[in-house]
């Protein structure tokens, strides 16, 4: 038989010009055309802003931060680089932007926005901060066209990447096909970051669950100025990035699926997002209220022991993020379990403290909470997960209520919009407590006060001069 019959006939790629991903398109457009006008997402952003410094400088206490941030070459400074907030190193863009991301968002006390997947839409402070302060410091590495960057320049930037990860994270589950959320950090910082390599979710969940959850946004935003930086000198792109035939990401990576996008790009997330009043994943925060409302009724039928059940009905989030069973091997796995964060608010009397986590501190170890995590049911409610979903409710709806060896019950306490939540009358106060409390662990009050002051009211302030009120100068 002759080798041509049995050979088959391949189709060439076709390599003819084809239109731009109309996804690439609107990104384009809302980032350079849409102007931001809403009082609303504007004041919430410096909130954000504070919040996530806040954050950064509670890490700076942490004794894992030293293991990570500072310069890849010990004693390396970058002239005119990045000044990283509470330290006194100078950092290239791309370290500085892993290091002020990493110290936002390790103690997983910075804030946060539900969906399809879910996320922190501040971890894009750590690439938006360090690249603005290091152009701002080296004009001549910024476009000649790009006016100087100001306060102002970093809150409208937060706006939009907030808005982008967030219309993202409405309607499409990342999480479905194994992906982690960061990938959208780089997407909402940089907008062309779909054809690089992608996080697995895998060091999220058991039996796999790690620290390196708390530096995977770092190393996101790293990789974002990464890739800005890259296309400066090849802008060529790839327009059909997402829908290629075979290559692209909805057929490699997504299963086929295209995205979903539910509504346009404006200031919704920014107006939507919730902030975190204590290092507790913010799927159980409703739950941890209600059982902490519940902490008298169970004292004062006994102790802790005449309780034989303990059913929590709450809504899918939560049910599959932070519901395990077994051993607790590490902080972080610790701070992804909704039955350890339960106990532990319940024996304490008080919200969890990141230090609550650790395998020093008092609970790793104490026989009561594996023995009261037992006792912990947990069910999905389907209207708290509709609620969840909502576009105007976005509840975090749980309810908890505690079974008695004697037969008896509690009443079930049900908390649909935790403190953090926009909806609760108390968060603004929280929130100014929580900025005051962290930002206080590292300056002084009189530059505390000029640091919030400068964020509410000097947005013509130049980003170079703000970064420095935070940063500490070398001895």
């Known amino acids: 038989m002759d080798s041509t019959e049995e050979a088959h006939r391949v189709a060439a790629s076709d390599n003819k010009s084809v239109v731009i991903d109309q996804i690439l398109v609107d990104l384009v457009d809302y980032l350079y055309h849409y102007e931001i006008t809403s009082i609303h997402a504007l004041e919430t952003a410096r909130f954000a802003l504070l919040d996530a410094l806040g954050c950064a400088m509670e890490t700076l206490n942490s004794a894992e931060c030293p293991n990570f941030i500072g310069p890849l070459v010990p004693g390396c400074v970058?002239?005119?680089?990045?000044?990283?907030?509470?330290?006194?190193?100078?950092?290239?863009?791309?370290?500085?932007?892993?290091?002020?991301?990493?110290?936002?968002?390790?103690?997983?006390?910075?804030?946060?926005?539900?969906?399809?997947?879910?996320g922190h839409p501040?971890?894009?402070?750590?690439?938006?901060?360090?690249?603005?302060?290091?152009?701002?410091?080296?004009?001549?590495?910024?476009?000649?066209?790009?006016?100087?960057?100001?306060?102002?320049?970093?809150?409208?930037?937060?706006?939009?990447?907030?808005?982008?990860?967030?219309?993202?994270?409405?309607?499409?589950?990342?999480n479905a096909v194994g992906l982690d959320h960061v990938i959208l950090v780089k997407v909402a910082s940089t907008a062309v970051a779909w054809m690089d390599g992608q996080p697995l979710r895998t060091y999220r969940h058991a039996p796999n669950t790690g620290p390196r959850k708390g530096w995977a946004g770092g190393d996101a935003y790293m990789r974002a100025v990464h890739l800005v930086l890259l296309t400066r000198s090849d802008p060529s792109g790839a327009s059909t990035v997402l829908s290629a035939s075979r290559w692209g990401f909805y057929d490699a990576l997504f299963r086929g699926k295209e995205f979903e996008l539910s509504r346009k790009y404006g200031t919704y997330v920014m107006e939507n997002i919730f902030f975190k009043p204590a290092p507790v994943e913010a799927?159980?925060?409703?739950?941890?209220?209600?059982?902490?409302?519940?902490?008298?009724?169970?004292?004062?039928?006994?102790n802790m022991n005449d309780m034989a059940s303990i059913i929590v009905r709450t809504h899918a989030g939560a049910c599959l993020?932070?519901?395990?069973?077994?051993?607790?091997?590490?902080?972080?796995?610790?701070?992804?379990?909704?039955?350890?964060?339960?106990?532990?608010?319940?024996?304490?009397?008080q919200r969890l403290e990141y230090s609550d986590y650790s395998d020093q501190g008092p609970w790793a170890s104490d026989p009561r909470v594996a023995k009261i995590r037992e006792k912990i049911e947990l069910l999905e409610d389907k209207q708290f997960t509709l609620d969840y979903h909502d576009?105007?409710?976005?509840?975090?709806?749980?309810?908890?209520?505690?079974v008695f060896n004697d037969g008896t019950e509690s009443e079930e306490e049900i908390v649909e919009h935790p403190l953090g939540n926009r909806h609760n009358p108390e968060t603004w106060h929280l929130l100014q407590q929580k900025i005051s409390r962290s930002l206080s662990g590292m300056f002084e009050t009189e530059r505390v006060e000029r640091i919030v002051a400068d964020v509410h009211g000097n947005e013509d302030m130049p980003i170079r001069d703000f970064v420095d009120l935070l940063w500490k100068r070398p001895c």
């Open 122 to 174: 501040s971890d894009n402070i750590g690439a938006i901060l360090a690249t603005a302060d290091w152009l701002s410091r080296n004009p001549s590495a910024a476009s000649a066209t790009a006016p100087s960057a100001t306060l102002h320049t970093v809150i409208i930037a937060m706006v939009k990447a907030y808005e982008i990860q967030g219309c993202f994270q409405i309607s499409n589950a990342f």
């Open 283 to 302: 799927h159980a925060l409703s739950a941890m209220e209600a059982i902490l409302k519940l902490r008298p009724v169970v004292l004062k039928h006994g």
């Open 321 to 349: 993020i932070i519901n395990k069973s077994g051993e607790l091997h590490n902080a972080a796995d610790r701070d992804h379990c909704i039955q350890y964060i339960l106990v532990v608010a319940l024996l304490k009397g």
């Open 391 to 402: 576009p105007v409710k976005r509840s975090l709806a749980s309810g908890v209520r505690v």
């Open 78 to 118: 970058v002239h005119n680089g990045f000044r990283l907030p509470g330290t006194s190193y100078e950092l290239d863009p791309m370290k500085g932007a892993f290091d002020m991301g990493a110290l936002i968002r390790y103690l997983d006390h910075n804030d946060g926005f539900t969906g399809a997947e879910w």
